[in-house]
């Protein structure tokens, strides 16, 4: 699952949060949930009541003692009503005893089962996702496991869905089963759903029965064992636009508005396939392949067996799509995770990293494989920085103390994980890494995995002892601060490399990296271990090095200060090659602009190849005095480069000079095919008019506009604009989906809001605030709620002291008590 969505975008702030509170959960060792009865197969019959948001199942569950003779079975069931629970003899239900508490179903079998004697229960069930209240707590969004959208269709404009989501435990909402991922059970599926729908479940679609009451009973069969929390249903509306691989089908489900667009989405997808099982050697392990796109799907998306689901965000219209697939990541990663997950899966929530590490590193080597090494280096230490932003260092990879099971969807993982999994490929290389991988995967295929079962293969491949390695970065926390300096004597020709670990605590990292040391063109690596707080390097040389470069290679997690000059940065940008050393460079340049050195490294960076570094080149030349070189060079881009990020980038930074002269060309930049640079071309013709500005958004207001574009629109009626620009503004608010923007416009949106007088639409504005607060799944929460409920609090003060005393209290009620 890829729960990091919101928080990524939110680790910057994240630092303060969740420290408070009992901490009893420290004492309680999470260990894999002990197995007494083991599931064999699931058969269900469901049917589907829209009226009621229930779920009415019939399910006959196959087990197996798993070695020890039991005369009871424990099934999780949640928030059910449960009609009858039986024994299946000879085709006969003879009806057992049983104890229902709401959350366990309790089963006293009809005799006592030995190891390998399988025996099958039925039981008659009616599913309520929307009344099952988690803890006796209030109503919960992110555990109903089953969730009917726009079910009575009510709300215009809205598909009517059905969608699951399994994990972390919440399958059992909507069918008796063993919730626990190391179970694994084969299944059929026969759901009765309205004729007019399509469905999707595991497994292959074997057979459809039209019915006589206007519904369709569509039968799914999953021959191959996977764990319940895995399980998935999905019916609406949707165009099956096709594909295939290898004579699989990989369909891809969207709402039919983006039936046209749905391959520059999803279409890479065999080509990924192809790429993930020649590099694991283990081929596609199951039967199909589909992607659905759901609305209101807060968890970014999931990887359910053969049936991934996907959020909103995934359907991108055409010109979203001309800055790129902003979802290609996450295909990726939901696809890898049908090896690390769905085929190997963590024995706990504990082992989660083994799932999630492997589908976070699968997006670097996608992009490797689809883009260079530049894009691949970027991932790497854009997930790193994630990572080291988060706050959450004190907690370990593998962790057997957690507070609740939804703690372990963090940083560390994900991004942690995926780092550490790129230090342990460029230490053992290419060929041992992905060898490993595929003795994990084969060993354990059908079964689960664990950061002990990770070593073993690793250990087994290589001959070597990893121990060192996995307590370091698995079973211990932290990461290294690093602070680099250098040294050169010239009468002993000695060249020193002085590194310090300057992280709090006693704890020290064994870090072996490359060293680089450079003449010119010519450099000689040494392979260096780093055992102790503080270490010096020394190379006998015949001259001053031009540079030194420490993990040449890039690839060590750590926080670094490297204390290099400004010609040794100028050097490491020309010559040592890779993004990081060529953004460690233009970084510094950026903070050293006083010297013309630095400034003529920037604008050698706007040729880069790279176009992150010509973005970046042009973010930091917005910190030097312009001059008509530099201002020559920006304009071409703004005006050529065929990179729509760098190009809306190059429009902003002209639009920092203030100069009318571009007045007309900002105009005919706000027509351009992609969002990104529309928006920025909006932005800045606002800075120079806002007049025309507000007159042009009120024109491009009235097509569909996603983005930089839908929030310039929004910014430029809610700054410039009256209380008659609301429909537009709540519109293009609405419409946005769950993301980090959403967040900043919300502040945006309130601010709005203080402008309006008609009640009616104060409410609506400030109901569509509070309801995507309450939609953010609770791990994010505690980073977006002070944004959100601090905008509205400042909106309740402006209209009070306006005299609104009536919109004021609308406002405090939506509040939360401490906020008020
Ligand atoms: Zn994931």
Same mark, same amino acid.
């Given at each position: ?134 803890? /006796? =707590? ?8 089953? %969730? ?37 059970? @084969? ?101 199909? %392949? ?5 609305? $209101? ?64 590193? =699968? ?22 920085? /994630?990572?080291?932003?988060? /706050? ?14 939804? $703690? ?19 230490? @053992? ?75 709090? /605590? ?88 006083? $010297?013309? *050195? ?18 970046? *080149? ?33 429009? =902003? ?8 002269? %571009? ?50 629109? =929004? ?44 009640? $009616? ?42 005299? *609104? ?16």
């Amino acid at each position: 699952m890829k729960r990091l969505l919101l928080l990524i975008a939110f680790l910057p702030f994240l630092a303060v949060a969740q420290t408070s509170g009992n901490e009893d959960w420290k004492k309680v060792y999470r260990s894999f949930p002990t197995k007494i009865n083991n599931l064999v197969h699931t058969r269900l019959d469901a049917k589907f009541d829209y009226e009621k948001s229930y779920l009415n199942g019939k399910v006959w569950i196959t087990l197996e003692p798993h070695f020890y003779a039991t005369d009871s079975l424990q099934l999780d069931a949640k928030g059910m009503n449960i009609y009858q629970v039986a024994i299946v003899k000879a085709g006969k239900n003879i009806p057992l005893k049983y104890a229902y508490d709401s959350l366990f179903l309790n089963i006293q079998l009809d005799k006592t089962y030995k190891k390998g004697e399988r025996y099958t229960v039925y039981i008659d069930y009616t599913a309520k996702p929307n009344e099952f209240k988690a803890n /006796g =707590s209030a109503a919960i969004t992110d555990a109903k496991g089953l %969730y009917f959208i726009n079910p009575k269709g009510e709300e215009k404009d809205k598909p009517t869905q059905i969608w699951t989501q399994g994990e972390t435990e919440a399958t059992s909402v909507w069918v008796p089963t063993i919730d626990r991922t190391n179970q694994k059970t @084969t299944q059929l599926f026969n759901l009765t759903v309205p004729a007019k729908y399509v469905s999707l479940s595991n497994g292959k679609l074997i057979a459809q029965k039209t019915n006589t009451d206007g519904t369709r009973t569509d039968t799914w069969s999953m021959d191959q064992p996977h764990a319940p929390y895995l399980f998935f249903m999905g019916v609406g509306d949707y165009a099956v636009v096709k594909d295939t691989y290898k004579g699989k089908e990989v369909n891809y489900y969207v709402e039919k508005a983006y039936e046209k667009v749905a391959r520059r989405i999803f279409g890479d997808t065999p080509e990924m396939m192809a790429f993930f099982s020649k590099k694991l050697g283990v081929e596609y392990p199951w039967v199909k %392949y589909s992607q659905m796109v759901a609305r $209101d799907y807060v968890s970014g998306a999931m990887e359910n067996t053969t049936a991934t689901l996907h959020q909103e965000s995934a359907q991108q219209d055409a010109r979203e799509l001309t800055d790129g697939n902003g979802w290609e990541s996450t295909i990726a990663h939901e696809l890898f995770h049908q090896w690390f997950g769905d085929l190997v899966t963590a024995e706990s929530w504990s082992n989660l990293t083994v799932n999630e590490s492997f589908a976070d590193y =699968s997006q670097l080597l996608w992009l490797e494989h689809k883009y260079g090494k530049d894009e691949a280096m970027f991932e790497n230490f854009n997930q790193m920085r /994630g990572y080291i932003g988060s /706050g959450q260092q004190s907690r370990d990879l593998v962790r057997f103390y957690y507070k609740d099971k939804e $703690d372990m969807f963090d940083a560390v993982s994900y991004n942690k994980g995926g780092r550490i999994l790129h230090m342990l490929r460029n230490l @053992t290389g290419d060929d041992a890494f992905f060898a490993s991988l595929n003795k994990y995967l084969t060993t354990n295929r059908f079964g689960t995995g664990s950061g002990h079962k990770l070593r073993l293969a690793f250990e087994e491949v290589t001959g070597k002892d990893w121990n060192w390695f996995f307590n370091q970065w698995y079973f211990g926390n932290g990461h290294p601060r690093i602070d680099i300096s250098y040294q050169y004597n010239a009468e002993t020709q000695l060249a020193s490399v002085i590194i310090k670990q300057i992280q709090a /605590g006693d704890k020290v990292f064994k870090l072996p990296f490359a060293i680089d040391i450079w003449h010119g063109n010519e450099k000689k690596r040494q392979l260096v271990w780093m055992e102790n707080k503080a270490d010096t390097f020394n190379f006998t040389v015949k001259s001053k090095p031009d540079q030194i470069n420490v993990d040449a290679d890039k690839i060590l997690l750590v926080d670094k200060k490297d204390n290099k000059t400004l010609a040794e940065f100028i050097h490491q940008f020309k010559h040592a090659g890779n993004y990081l050393d060529r953004r460690e460079a233009v970084a510094f340049a950026g903070n050293n602009t006083k $010297d013309p *050195a630095a400034v003529q490294l920037l604008v050698d960076a706007l040729s880069d190849p790279y176009f992150r570094i010509r973005s970046l *080149a042009i973010t930091n030349l917005g910190k030097v005095k312009p001059d008509d070189a530099i201002i020559a060079k920006i304009e071409a881009i703004a005006k050529k480069e065929s990179r729509k990020m760098v190009k809306a980038e190059a429009i =902003s930074y002209l639009a920092n000079l203030k100069n009318q002269s %571009y007045k007309s060309f900002f105009k005919e930049a706000t027509r351009d095919s992609s969002y990104t640079v529309a928006g920025a071309a909006l932005e800045a013709l606002t800075e120079l008019d806002s007049v025309e500005a507000l007159q042009i958004t009120k024109e491009l207001s009235k097509e569909p506009a996603k983005g930089r574009l839908n929030e310039a629109i =929004s910014n430029v009626l809610i700054t410039y604009g009256d209380e008659k620009s609301f429909k537009v503004v709540s519109e293009s608010y609405e419409k946005m989906p769950l993301s980090f923007p959403k967040v900043q416009m919300s502040a945006t949106y309130a601010a709005f809001a203080a402008k309006l007088t008609n009640m $009616d639409e104060f409410k609506k504005a400030v109901d569509a605030i509070v309801e995507f607060r309450d939609l953010i799944p609770a791990s994010a929460k505690a980073q977006t709620d002070p944004v959100i409920n601090g905008a509205l609090k400042e909106l309740a003060q402006k209209k009070e002291s306006a005299g *609104a005393t009536e919109m004021a209290a609308y406002v405090k009620s939506k509040l939360p008590a401490d906020k008020k």
